[in-house]
């Protein structure tokens, strides 16, 4: 008889605690992005036979339910807590690193030498064809391997890099590796985020000034202006638990007019938008976020023209690059959907047009395309 009103008391309290998450989630609604993780959240599917039949109608409804959970947010904060008392060197993909750095995780078995020849041989195409030079920056776990866990396992982005150096030639190569490892003692990556900060874009920018022969404006990093002091970037949405905050710094830019189109629509006349700084995507602040295309016409000198094609690292980069070129064309083949090739002929000027590859070395590996 106890048996029989426990298993009664058991399914009672089971099914009071889902009537009560059911009518939870519906006054709370379905919820459309999350601010924490900076991304889109599953809506519920619509239901029909054919999608019943093929599963494919259970795994969105698992995945919306997920996503849609009452309190998801807190939930994944205090399962994030527990498994650092249990001592996790990883959370969701990224390392607990010395020094509160959360360091995007890579691993080895996951970038093949076929996917690096592939995409190698992709970019040789592009470079004989419009004399490009390449940026491929390293990511945070091939630089501050002192800061990550121990036995931490990382791909080892020097192949891809040597593999790039020996296709292309040291001409059309800037060596962005050793530019950061002779600074890796400084705040060159985001604690909180995958990007590089501005500092390191600017040791970059050094590397590129002095592998295209352009001369090199120098900056005082004494005179930076902080922007922000509370960002938290793309590795704390993964790891929702304050270890810190970044701050997001800017060079001193030299005063000019500057006149910027996004996607061939929207209009503006600076590189920097601060309504980002009061979201969790403050890292938008950088031209406006991503965008398929964007055109920069400047007042810095009368002639040249730039044609950039990159993943989000050149972001905080371009400001850089801007007194350099009477006119930039920053372009994400994440975001567009045309013929590069195409859009490249379109835009070149009958002086010529230099031609920058700019991702970091794992994006290149996963988005690059020609």
């Not at 950061?180 to 590129?208: C, M, P, Q, S, V």
């Not at 400047?298 to 350099?324: E, M, Q, W």
Request: glycine share 4%; proline share 3%.
């Amino acid at each position: 008889m106890d048996e029989k009103k426990n298993a009664v008391f058991t399914i009672s309290l089971l099914a009071t605690i889902l009537l009560l998450f059911t009518i939870a989630d519906l006054v709370d609604g379905e919820r459309i992005y999350s601010e924490m993780e900076n991304r889109m959240l599953a809506r519920k599917p619509k239901f029909s036979k054919e999608s019943l039949l093929s599963g494919e109608y259970s795994e969105d409804y698992e995945e919306y339910v997920s996503d849609q959970f009452v309190s998801r947010d807190k939930w994944v904060e205090i399962k994030t807590r527990l498994d650092i008392l249990l001592q996790k060197k990883d959370i969701n993909g990224v390392y607990l690193g010395a020094d509160n750095y959360l360091i995007e995780q890579h691993l080895p078995e996951d970038y093949t030498e076929q996917m690096e020849q592939d995409k190698v041989a992709m970019l040789k195409k592009l470079v004989d064809e419009w004399d490009a030079q390449v940026m491929l920056v390293p990511t945070a776990d091939n630089i501050l391997t002192d800061k990550l866990p121990a036995y931490a396992d990382y791909y080892d982005e020097t192949r891809l890099l040597e593999l790039v150096r020996a296709s292309v030639g040291t001409d059309h190569y800037v060596d962005v590796y050793h530019a950061l490892e002779d600074h890796r003692e400084e705040e060159i990556y985001y604690r909180t985020d995958h990007h590089w900060t501005t500092l390191g874009a600017y040791y970059g920018y050094l590397a590129w000034t002095e592998t295209t022969g352009q001369r090199a404006r120098l900056y005082n990093m004494e005179n930076m202006t902080t922007v922000s002091d509370d960002f938290q970037g793309t590795l704390h949405s993964r790891v929702p638990v304050v270890r810190t905050t970044d701050p997001i710094q800017v060079l001193p830019m030299v005063s000019s007019e500057l006149h910027v189109t996004y996607d061939q629509q929207t209009t503006a006349d600076t590189l920097f938008e601060e309504k980002y700084l009061s979201t969790k995507n403050q890292y938008g602040y950088f031209l406006d976020d991503n965008h398929a295309i964007v055109e920069i016409q400047t007042r810095y000198v009368t002639g040249g023209t730039l044609f950039v094609i990159k993943d989000s690292y050149a972001n905080c980069l371009i400001p850089l690059l801007v007194p350099h070129y009477g006119k930039i064309y920053v372009v994400d083949p994440r975001y567009y959907n045309g013929s590069l090739s195409a859009l490249m002929e379109s835009v070149e000027s009958e002086k010529g047009m230099d031609v920058l590859v700019l991702y970091n070395c794992v994006h290149f590996l996963e988005e690059f395309r020609y």
